[in-house]
């Protein structure tokens, strides 16, 4: 099974609204990652966690929030966030975060503020 | 760095062939390719590890020639569900994985 589920599929929200995305995979990977992914674009890197540890943060804006409650679950918190903000968030996992490694993609979060 | 991808965009028939490239200007450690449909989230296809290892899609093969920086994505025979847009992703050791631009593969009856 190399399932990476996502709630919720779609989100409206306000620009002074708080929500968070949820991700979860159940094969046992200890590396998760959030991407951003404008239309027509490539999926940019935001956030890697590597056993339940934040590795990277890729300079993202701090009304980004990431949490890893446990190695099975990713939570991306979001708080004050603006239109240009509006993207496919798509979270990922893989074994291991050291190159070597499939990253299997979730469905994706398609989020859009007002 | 942000691999390079070419072509932008490429348009078969059915049962055609086509080939993808990506290319790297720093030393590589892996290549990952991805398959992505409209509205969908990528798809792995194949990753290619220095060293010559590769693990992927049966029916979709892929070079990596590490001296180069470079890798090509093989398409034999397209089917429809071929059509998406593929991305190289490219990663130097224990860095981030970075995407390339895209291809927009397009396969028509």
């Known amino acids: 099974d190399t399932e990476v589920t996502q709630t919720p599929k779609h989100l409206v929200m306000g620009m002074t609204n708080k929500k968070s995305l949820k991700c979860e995979q159940h094969m046992g990977h200890r590396a998760m990652y959030w991407y951003k992914q404008k239309a027509k674009k490539p999926p940019e890197l935001m956030f890697v966690y590597s056993y339940e540890k934040l590795s990277i943060n890729e300079s993202v804006p701090s009304r980004f929030s990431p949490e890893c409650p446990n190695s099975s679950l990713l939570n991306l918190h979001l708080h004050a966030l603006q239109p240009e903000d509006s993207a496919l968030y798509l979270c990922?996992?893989?074994?291991?975060?050291?190159?070597?490694?499939?990253?299997?993609f979730g469905p994706g979060t398609r989020l859009t503020v007002l | 760095q942000q691999p390079v991808q070419s072509p932008q965009a490429v348009i078969l028939r059915e049962g055609e062939d086509a080939v993808i490239n990506c290319s790297s200007s720093k030393a590589l450690y892996s290549v990952h390719w991805y398959r992505q449909k409209h509205g969908e989230a990528p798809v792995f296809l194949m990753i290619?590890?220095?060293?010559?290892e590769q693990k992927g899609h049966e029916k979709i093969s892929a070079s990596f020639n590490e001296k180069k920086q470079q890798s090509s994505l093989y398409l034999t025979a397209s089917q429809l569900s071929y059509s998406g847009t593929y991305f190289c992703g490219t990663q130097g050791g224990s860095e981030k994985l970075v995407f390339g631009k895209g291809t927009k593969l397009t396969v028509n009856p």
């Open positions: 990922a996992s893989s074994p291991e975060d050291s190159g070597r490694d499939t990253q299997y």
């Open positions: 290619l590890l220095k060293g010559g």
